[in-house]
């Protein structure tokens, strides 16, 4: 069975210091690899994806993710972090092994300090 | 393009009641997902509808059903209410035109249901 696990379930960080908030997953097949961010009482919005290619992807708001197979990783990172990055954070994963659905993280509450 | 809607926005429903929440799909999307997110956890999928049919359901008990219309709009039905359905209730819709993409799910800001 897939499985995603977000380590930290709180992250602090200075502005304009890197951001980086992790992701593993469990998976026997090829991954789709997904992280959602979500302001507090709204929805979830997808800041990234990555389906097949490029290793490395770019999403908005200046965050990007690494995938990265021989570690089952896919971490999340932002070299400047911004007062509204403040928010939470899901790392999802989806296969052929989940029949396609979203696998989910915990999330990671990612707090600015002024 | 309209967005996903999502009504009503909040519910409080006491032990037993049934509730039906509403979910309005992004236009041109065929597919609609529901979750349920428990405070300071990550959503859990109940089902998804394609094409009017349940197309894959979570760990949920039958007391948690869903129809989806010819308009791809959708509702969850709630049964029996318990403490534990206390949650943020959340519908993605997407548009599958293939098995096997990384479909990507576009987000409703979700029913905030309490049960007393």
């Known amino acids: ?114 | 393009e309209t967005g996903v809607t999502q009504s009503p926005t909040h519910l409080i429903k006491t032990r037993g009641q049934q509730v039906t929440l509403r979910c309005s799909s992004q236009s041109g999307h065929n597919t609609v997902s529901w979750y349920q997110q428990a405070l300071g956890q990550g959503p859990q999928f109940i089902f998804q509808y394609y094409r009017e049919e349940e197309n894959g359901r979570g760990n949920f008990p039958p007391r948690f059903s869903g129809l989806q219309f010819p308009n791809y709009s959708s509702e969850l039905n709630v049964n029996a209410l318990e403490l534990d359905d206390s949650a943020l209730y959340l519908c993605a819709s997407s548009l599958i035109v293939a098995t096997g993409q990384g479909n990507e799910q576009f987000f409703g800001p979700g029913t905030r249901l309490t049960v007393l």
């Open chain 1, 1 to 114: 069975a897939q499985s995603v696990t977000q380590l930290g379930s709180h992250v602090s960080v200075s502005e304009g210091a890197l951001v980086l908030l992790r992701c593993n997953y469990s998976s026997s097949v090829p991954p789709y690899l997904f992280w959602y961010v979500q302001y507090p009482n709204q929805g979830l919005q997808l800041l990234l994806k990555y389906t097949t290619g490029a290793t490395l992807v770019k999403g908005i708001n200046g965050f990007e993710a690494e995938f990265k197979k021989s570690e089952t990783s896919f971490h999340l990172t932002k070299p400047s972090a911004h007062m509204s990055d403040a928010a939470e954070y899901f790392c999802a994963v989806s296969s052929m092994d989940s029949n396609y659905q979203l696998i989910w993280g915990a999330g990671t509450k990612l707090i600015i300090k002024p």
